[in-house]
């Protein structure tokens, strides 16, 4: 038993592809961010059952990351309990992770993309 992370992934992409090719004027105004959060580990699917692109049907674990980088989709996750499988994911998408800026719950991993941490007065990074 697992959770149908794959599935999610695939319906988030397929989101992001409908919302861009409705903003393709202002698509270089837009930021996508996909935030992942998880308490268990994925389940056995290879492939997601329920998409309806069919350039997502062939979607799997191992083509996953190259997909959300070519969309350019940040990736964040908040893991509530240890999962080499996302953390290795994170680690295949996210080519600069940010160190988080606030404190973390004992036990939990936080994993983030595509973000700046806030500024200092006098424009210093908190990090």
Excluded at 31 to 56: V, Y
Aim: glycine share 8%.
């Amino acid at each position: 038993l697992g959770m149908a992370a794959l599935e999610g992934h695939a319906a988030a992409i397929e989101m992001f592809d409908i919302q861009s090719g409705l903003n393709r004027e202002h698509s270089e105004e837009f930021s996508c961010h996909l935030w992942h959060f998880a308490a268990g580990r994925p389940d056995g699917a290879k492939q997601p059952r329920w998409c309806f692109s069919s350039t997502l049907q062939s979607l799997t674990w191992g083509n996953l990351p190259a997909e959300l980088k070519k969309r350019d989709i940040n990736c964040s996750m908040i893991l509530v309990r240890p999962s080499p499988e996302f953390e290795g994911l994170f680690f295949e998408i996210s080519d600069t992770p940010v160190t988080p800026w606030f404190p973390i719950c004992k036990g939990h991993t936080i994993l983030l993309s595509g973000l700046s941490p806030p500024l200092q007065p006098g424009g210093n990074a908190l990090v």
